[in-house]
């Protein structure tokens, strides 16, 4: 159980094009997701919180007019890459918690964004 | 920031246990331990994690100190399958989950 789903598993875009990138848990309901971004031989880096029916927490440094959060129901949350540059390029991952206070976050397998 | 602290690197030899420690020294007391591990160009995978009791699961075991500041994350018979990125991580509730740089573990033939 416990399956996060991430789509597309890797896109190519233009400059100046943007990209949705879509994050489902399969089989439970998250009432929060999380977006991370992580740069060549880095670790990961916490770009937002997604609420459900709310308003993305956006983390220091990250413009929230450029990554566009939207979490719609319970079991999608999507992040959009607005007018892309070859700097966004990266891996993105999303996760989701099952529901419960210290429950462990569980990840999909991330999205290889290459902008040309 | 990332309130922990690991080796940056480890190696194994393929069979034997892979013990990987991590140093928690200003862990509060509703801190859960939590362990996560990514292999190459993957979304990190879930391992264990405890607030103050040893845990154990099918894929690892997880030793905490009494004193709670640091732990031990224990593979009891790694495999080549085991090399990844592995990161130890303090949260509380609904905190977010932050990386440090975690340690490489490398399993050898």
């Known amino acids: 159980g416990a399956v996060v789903s991430q789509h597309p598993s890797w896109v190519i875009c233009k400059s100046g094009t943007s990209v949705k990138i879509e994050c489902r848990s399969l089989d439970f309901q998250a009432t929060t997701m999380f977006w991370y971004r992580q740069f060549p031989k880095q670790s ?14 956006y983390e220091q440094g990250v413009e929230k007019d450029k990554f566009l959060i939207n979490h719609a129901s319970l079991t999608l949350s999507t992040l959009t890459v607005t007018s892309a540059h070859p700097e966004d390029s990266s891996f993105y991952i999303c996760s989701a918690r099952v529901q419960g206070d210290n429950s462990p976050l569980h990840f999909g397998n991330g999205t290889r964004l290459t902008v040309t | ?34 362990w996560y591990r990514q292999i190459h160009s993957q979304g990190p995978q879930y391992i264990i994690h405890g607030l103050k009791n040893n845990e154990t699961n099918e894929m690892a075991s997880l030793i905490i100190t009494e004193d709670r500041k640091s732990s031990t994350l224990i593979l009891p018979h790694a495999t080549l399958r085991d090399t990844a990125v592995y990161y130890c991580i303090v949260r509380e509730g609904f905190q977010k989950l932050v990386f440090g740089t975690g340690t490489r573990l490398l399993v050898s033939p």
């Open chain 1, 44 to 57: 990961l880096m916490l770009m937002a919180t997604s609420n459900e029916g709310s308003k993305a927490t």
């Open chain 2, 1 to 34: 920031d990332a309130k922990t602290t690991q080796p940056t690197s480890m190696d194994c030899a393929e069979g034997r246990a892979a013990n990987l420690p991590c140093n928690h020294s200003t862990i509060s007391g509703n801190e859960y331990v939590y």
